[in-house]
């Protein structure tokens, strides 16, 4: 069974400055790890995934996130943060079966 | 990527009645997803429904209260069976697993249902 732990329902940064978003997972197979982006009234929107290629994994608008299998992490980062960052973000695990185990969710408010 | 439509995309229904969700995709796939999103929560999955074969329920949920068709490889619908209020949520469709979408979830817009 999968699961994943988001520390902090609540996150709010400056614009401009570093975003943050905590994730902690527990797997008991490799698992494949998402962050999600829910804006409102829309759907989800991947932001980026790892699937046991590169640790440090890439995604759409500046976003990257770090796999840390010693510490059972996937923590969610962007430099700098823009007005348009403000939204739900939902790390998700899974593992072969494809089903997704989906995070509590953080709320990111930016501050002009 | 997959492109998924919902229908409705929202709707208000009366206690006591059933509203059927459908979920549209433009390719063929093999596994489909129905996810659902409480006011203000996190997302759950309701069950896996793959071609061919009944829909695989997770727990907590049932085929009586959430019957789910999958007549082909394209096209799902989920049921959300004699409402409550506590079913007032938004239900997303998701596809993918494995082959050509490799690990990734496509999610459709989702269905905001409020039932009153």
């Known amino acids: 069974a999968q699961s994943v732990t988001q520390l902090g329902s609540h996150v709010s940064v400056s614009e401009g400055a570093l975003v943050l978003l905590r994730c902690n997972y527990s797997s008991s197979v490799p698992p494949y790890l998402f962050w999600y982006v829910q804006y409102p009234n829309q759907g989800l929107q991947l932001l980026l995934k790892?699937?046991?290629?590169?640790?440090l994994v890439k995604g759409i608008n500046g976003f990257e996130a770090e796999f840390k299998k010693s510490e059972t992490s996937f923590h969610l980062t962007k430099p700098s943060a823009h007005m348009s960052d403000a939204a739900e973000y939902f790390c998700a695990v899974s593992g072969r079966d494809y089903k997704l185990s989906f995070g509590a969710g953080t709320t990111v408010t930016v501050r002009a | 990527s997959a492109v998924i439509s919902q229908k409705p995309s929202r709707d208000i229904c009366q206690r006591g009645t059933s509203l059927t969700i459908q979920c549209q995709v433009d390719s063929q796939v093999t596994m489909m997803f129905w996810y659902r999103q409480q006011p203000g929560q996190s997302l759950t999955l309701i069950a896996t429904?793959?071609?061919?074969?009944?829909?695989?329920?997770e727990s907590g949920f049932v085929i009586d209260k959430f019957p789910i068709s999958r007549p082909n490889l394209t096209f799902s619908t989920l049921t959300v069976s004699n409402m409550s209020p506590e079913d007032s949520s938004i239900y997303l469709c998701?596809?993918?697993?494995?082959?050509?979408?490799?690990?990734?979830?496509?999610f459709g817009q989702g269905t905001r249902l409020t039932v009153v």
């Open positions: 790892y699937t046991s290629a590169a640790t």
């Open positions: 429904a793959n071609q061919g074969s009944e829909a695989t329920y």
């Open positions: 998701s596809v993918g697993g494995g082959g050509q979408w490799g690990t990734e979830a496509f």
